[in-house]
T-cell receptor
Framework: GQQVMQIPQYQHVQEGEDFTTYCNSS?????IQWYKQRPGGHPVFLIQ?????EVKKQKRLTFQFGEAKKNSSLHITATQTTDVGTYFC???????????FGTGTRLAVRP | DGGITQSPKYLFRKEGQNVTLSCEQN?????MYWYRQDPGQGLRLIYY???????QKGDIAEGYSVSREKKESFPLTVTSAQKNPTAFYLC???????????FGAGTRLSVL
């Protein structure tokens, strides 16, 4: 079945440093979605990318969808303590009726 | 105030007992989902439904059951057959199957 892996599993950065998480799917995706889950909270939908090579920005967050539509990345510029949490990517399966979530990257930020 | 409401926030189950977790949405979404999350882990799909009176098993459906009698509601029953039910249960909905999902605040289930 479809597998979605993320690296790194965990990253600890100093506030102000940049952070990147990478997402790789075993199959081509029609779209890729990103979610953030704060400690003790629930996942919150951040964005959906659809086009090959698409890049979208949300303030300090930059999302990219690979040319082959099998990988994606999330880059945070100048991290803040409010960025703490686990970031998940997710993509639809071949039938398109459900999502497969990535393994997640947990971000910790030292003030 | 639109969104997804899960209740209760915390639930305790006695051995041999079935318990039901509630999930209600007023977003007019067709698709609804149930996930299980264990500490420090990702999301695993239990059941999902794309339309009223129809639902499909996810990756870990054994020991769980669902119903979808109304568009707004998708309750999950954790049966006594689920031997390791302690987890964080998350309900989600989306306007389209495979689209962006909106999550409830979750129910934390523990075994007494």
């Amino acid at each position: 079945g479809q597998q979605v892996m993320q690296i790194p599993q965990y990253q600890h950065v100093q506030e102000g440093e940049d952070f990147t998480t990478y997402c790789n799917s075993s199959t081509t995706l029609s779209n890729i979605q990103w979610y953030k889950q704060r400690p003790g909270g629930h996942p919150v939908f951040l964005i959906q990318l659809v086009k090959s090579g698409e890049v979208k920005k949300q303030k300090r967050l930059t999302f990219q969808f690979g040319e082959a539509k099998k990988n994606s990345s999330l880059h945070i510029t100048a991290t803040q303590t409010t960025d703490v949490g686990t970031y998940f990517c997710a993509g639809p399966g071949s039938s398109g009726d459900k999502l497969t979530f990535g393994t997640g990257t947990r971000l910790a930020v030292r003030p | 105030d639109g969104g997804i409401t899960q209740s209760p926030k915390y639930l305790f189950r006695k051995e041999g007992q079935n318990v039901t977790l509630s999930c209600e949405q007023n977003l007019n979404h067709d698709a609804m989902y149930w996930y299980r999350q264990d500490p420090g882990q990702g999301l695993r799909l239990i059941y999902y439904s794309q339309i009223v009176n129809d639902f499909q098993k996810g990756d870990i459906a054994e020991g769980y059951s669902v119903s979808r009698e109304k568009k707004e509601s998708f309750p999950l029953t954790v049966t006594s057959a689920q031997k390791n039910p302690t987890a964080f249960y998350l309900c989600a909905s989306s306007a389209l199957a495979g689209g962006g999902q909106y999550f409830g605040a979750g129910t934390r289930l523990s075994v007494l």
